[in-house]
């Protein structure tokens, strides 16, 4: 999820930030990383991950090795790294401020993900991505990490939203239990074969968990 460029939607070329219309700039970096990203998964697939060097994957996606590292200061976060952080965001920052945090966090969660995996090849992307995290130790590591900053931008953001405390601590503690229901539905997903409907074992996730939450 993390991105060095997620605390800062994309905005239009004119007028307000807009999750549905980046900039021509914010696209062009959009598709830099996409197109690290997609070949560094068919060298991992061809050689292996711990086979495939920074300056490999820099070459098949014909950019500099310092550019592969402009966008991904390491080899773990081109595995771990998206663009789902910004729609996040944006879509926390839409929801009804009477709303519940729980109800809030699993919109925001989930609406963006489905949107995102209408596309066959985004699932084969989070397929492939998901079982990497399950074999490569260091991935793991880094992906613990990345959770960790994921749930510190969406309290961030929730506290934002209500006028409280950045460091309330009934927003860590509902969005760290969100954040942590929603991390062990994909890996049920992916350990389960990554056949099923992803945004469905999600959705029943965090409506189980938002049930029995009682934080606002």
Do not use: C
Request: hydrophobic share 40%.
């Amino acid at each position: 999820m993390p991105d060095n460029d997620h605390v800062t939607a994309p905005t239009r070329p004119t007028g307000p930030a807009s999750p549905s219309r980046p900039s021509l700039r914010e696209r062009k970096k959009i598709q830099t990383r996409r197109a690290i990203r997609r070949a560094a998964y068919r060298l991992f697939e061809a050689q292996g991950y711990d086979g495939t060097t920074v300056e490999q994957i820099a070459d098949a996606a014909e950019v500099s090795a310092s550019t592969v590292f402009r966008y991904f200061p390491t080899k773990e976060d081109i595995v771990l790294t998206d663009e789902y952080d910004p729609v996040m965001v944006a879509a926390l920052r839409d929801r009804p401020v009477t709303e519940s945090i729980a109800e809030s966090v699993r919109h925001a969660l989930l609406g963006p993900l489905r949107e995102m995996f209408t596309d066959p090849a985004e699932l084969d992307e989070m397929r492939q991505r998901l079982r990497l995290v399950r074999t490569v130790p260091a991935i793991r590591a880094r992906m613990g990490e990345n959770i960790q900053e994921s749930s510190r931008l969406l309290a961030a953001i929730t506290a934002e939203r209500l006028g409280r405390p950045e460091d309330d601590f009934e927003i860590r503690v509902v969005v760290g239990a969100l954040v942590g229901a929603w991390t062990e539905a994909i890996f049920h997903w992916i350990d389960a074969g990554g056949g099923d409907d992803l945004a469905a074992i999600l959705d029943r996730a965090l409506t189980l968990l938002a049930a029995n939450l009682n934080g606002r």
